[in-house]
C-alpha cells in the first residue's frame, strides 16, 4: 500500500522497513531521519485524500509493508487518544497544527499517572520502542486541525492497530 505520490518517498519508507530488524539504536536513528526528511518535505500529503472525523481523530494509511504502517492522522480540534502503550515501535512526527503529548507511568495494568505534558509543533519527531512501558496520550488542542505522521513496527495487514494496553488516569 503506498498513497504517498514521490517514488523517493516510497524508497525511503522501505529501507526504512529493512532498517527495522537491524539493532535498536540503528533503527530509531533511522526512523528519525527519515521522518525529519518527510515532514521537512512541503506538501508531502497533497493529493491524498485524508478521512477527517469531526470531534475525533481519522487514521489515514499511507504506506505499509510487512516490516512498518504508517499512517497519516488528522486530528481535529479537542480530539484526543486514549492513555496506551503500544505493541510495536511508534515514531511520529507534527506536519501541521500542534500536538499535546501527555506521558504517563502505569501503576498497574490498567492505571496510569501524568508524568508530563509537552506541547509539539510542526517539525517535532520523536521515536520510541515498546521496551518503557512508554505510556502517552495525543491531543490536538490547538485553534485548528492537526496532522502527524505516524510510523509503526507492524504489518498492517497483521494488526488492526499498534495499541498495546490502554490505561485509566488514576486519582491520586
Known amino acids: 500500500m503506498n498513497a504517498l505520490h514521490h517514488s523517493h518517498d516510497a524508497d525511503l519508507l522501505s529501507r526504512l522497513g529493512a532498517a527495522s530488524r537491524s539493532i535498536a539504536e540503528t533503527y530509531l536513528e533511522a526512523a528519525h531521519a527519515t521522518l525529519a526528511e518527510l515532514v521537512a518535505r512541503p506538501g508531502l500529503l497533497d493529493g491524498i ?45 507534527v506536519l501541521k497544527g500542534t500536538i499535546e503529548e501527555s506521558c504517563f507511568s502505569a501503576i498497574d495494568t490498567k492505571r496510569a499517572v501524568l508524568k508530563s505534558t509537552v506541547t509539539h509543533g510542526p517539525g517535532f519527531v520523536a521515536c520510541m520502542l515498546p521496551t518503557g512501558p512508554n505510556l502517552h496520550q495525543m491531543a490536538s488542542l490547538g485553534p485548528e486541525e492537526a496532522i502527524s505522521l505516524h510510523v509503526y513496527g507492524f504489518d498492517h495487514r497483521r494488526h488492526a492497530n499498534s495499541v498495546e494496553r490502554e490505561y485509566q488516569l488514576a486519582a491520586v
Open 49 to 93: 485524500s485524508l478521512a477527517r472525523k469531526p470531534g475525533n481523530y481519522a487514521r489515514n494509511l499511507v504506506y505499509g509493508d510487512e516490516d512498518i504502517s504508517v499512517w497519516a492522522m488528522v486530528w481535529d480540534v479537542g480530539a484526543r487518544t486514549s492513555i496506551h502503550d503500544h505493541h510495536c515501535s511508534c515514531c511520529f512526527a
